[in-house]
């Protein structure tokens, strides 16, 4: 089926700067974006989504950036605290199927 | 906070035992799912339902059944344990349906040795 896929595995950060953490996918037809985080020891925990008629959505430090050209999606943490260093998951959606497939995860580590 | 508790948390069974995993939600919602996750592989759907007694496959069902017979409660078991089901394993709801919010529990550590 169609996948969803991270361009790397792992991103070192320091504190205070910002982090551009990737997405490839595959699914023209995927309706939803979204981004998850996920901490040691815990589940996922939804961060941001994007509609695919949209380009660019921003919350709380962070924003979405989604390029169907190019099947491309971003997620985009400002000034990079300790508290952001966990595994960052893209997972994409299409309206009616109810299921979400995700990628296989960037570990954030953020520097002192 | 979806209400979302898993048991157990951890397990360490022997091959060939059957394992059964419990996901229990206090919001009503009508979607449920169970994932596993392994290192590389991200979170591979396993089961789903979508209502009481209405459940489907995954991506990676083989070796696994579910059962949904309350709405705030969706069961996974493994009928006969092996290595290769030693994971990580989430349960998980939608909360508002039609987007990307799903909701996921603590997680349910389980070896087989």
């Known amino acids: 089926g169609e996948s969803v896929g991270l361009h790397l595995p792992t991103l070192s950060v320091q504190e205070g700067d910002n982090s551009i953490i990737n997405c490839a996918y595959s699914n023209s037809a995927s309706d939803y974006f979204i981004w998850y985080k996920q901490e040691s020891g815990k589940g996922p925990q939804f961060i941001i989504d994007i509609r695919s008629n949209m380009d660019k959505r921003q919350g709380q430090r962070v924003t979405v950036l989604l390029n169907k050209t190019v099947k491309h999606l971003s997620l985009q943490i400002a000034a990079t605290q300790p508290g952001d260093s966990a595994v960052y998951f893209c997972?994409?959606?299409?309206?009616?199927?109810?299921?979400?497939?995700f990628g296989a995860g960037t570990t954030v580590t953020v520097r002192a | 906070d979806a209400g979302i508790t898993q048991s157990p948390r951890h397990k360490v069974t022997e091959t060939g035992t059957p394992v059964t995993l419990r996901c229990h939600q206090t919001e009503n919602h009508r979607y449920m799912y169970w994932y596993r996750q392994d290192p590389g592989h991200g979170l591979r759907l396993i089961h789903y339902?979508?209502?009481?007694?209405?459940?489907d496959k995954g991506e990676v069902s083989d070796g696994y059944s579910v059962s949904r017979s309350k709405t705030e409660d969706f069961l996974l078991t493994l009928e006969s344990a092996t290595s290769s089901q030693t994971s990580v394993y989430f349960c998980?709801?939608?909360?508002?349906?039609?987007?990307?919010?799903?909701?996921f529990g603590e997680g349910s550590r389980l070896t087989v040795l």
């Open positions: 997972a994409e959606n299409r309206l009616g199927d109810y299921k979400l497939s």
């Open positions: 339902s979508y209502g009481v007694k209405d459940t």
């Open positions: 998980a709801t939608f909360g508002t349906e039609n987007t990307g919010e799903l909701f």
